[in-house]
């Protein structure tokens, strides 16, 4: 590996755990048929590729979660307590790794999220880490639905590289997900696959010669 001067860092499964089975039995509860192919890690319906890159509106996901229960009457608190229930948390010592990542390379969020999952994830930092955002833990973050791009488009890469000046072959992208990884590489970017439970973050960054 070439030296590593920048570092971007997925979100989900690299530093907030997050549990795709969860969700899926949840929607599944509320009347989502043929959930595997609905919703899953490595496919699902378009629905949420919209919500993700925003061209939806939060109102217009919950229409479709309606639509394809074929349940007029769900709530939105239930459409959102299903669609929010992967979202685990940040163990306690994981924004301590991020830090002490911050002081030696130059590093950067991009997460492929969604406004309801942002603004729960937002609320949970308050309440649980007692702060506002993840903004200190990093020079700057990105969040696919306010980009309206996503990964693995080779685009989101070539946005955060040319906006933040990096050279892509001393930037490092790591993810937990394969074909996200293969976009990166379209970029020129580096790539490390995450194997490790995002508790494990910090053990996980030194093993691979990262951090010391």
Do not use: C
């Not at 969020?109 to 994830?121: A, E, P, V």
């Not at 309440?127 to 791009?149: P, R």
């Not at 910090?202 to 951090?211: D, E, M, Q, V, Y």
């Amino acid at each position: 590996m070439q030296k590593i001067k920048n570092i971007i860092f997925d979100y989900g499964n690299v530093i907030f755990e997050i549990d795709f089975r969860i969700t899926q039995n949840s929607l599944a509860q509320i009347g989502i048929p043929n959930i595997e192919t609905f919703f899953g890690h490595k496919g699902h319906d378009n629905l949420f590729n919209d919500l993700e890159t925003g061209l939806i509106t939060p109102a217009q996901f919950r229409d479709g979660i309606r639509e394809k229960a074929q349940n007029p009457a769900l709530t939105d608190e239930q459409i959102d307590a299903a669609w929010n229930s992967l979202l685990i948390g940040v163990h306690p010592n994981t924004h301590d790794v991020l830090l002490e990542a911050k002081k030696n390379y130059r590093t950067f969020l991009l997460s492929n999220t969604n406004q309801i999952h942002y603004d729960f994830i937002m609320d949970y930092l308050k309440k649980e880490h007692g702060v506002e955002n993840n903004d200190h833990l990093f020079e700057k973050a990105y969040y696919s639905q306010l980009m309206k791009l996503r990964k693995p488009h080779v685009e989101i890469f070539e946005q955060v590289i040319r906006e933040n000046n990096l050279n892509p072959a001393e930037t490092l992208f790591i993810d937990d997900t394969p074909h996200h990884l293969e976009g990166a590489k379209k970029a020129g970017l580096q790539t490390l696959l995450m194997t490790e439970n995002p508790k494990n973050l910090g053990t996980f960054l030194k093993s691979n010669g990262i951090l010391v």
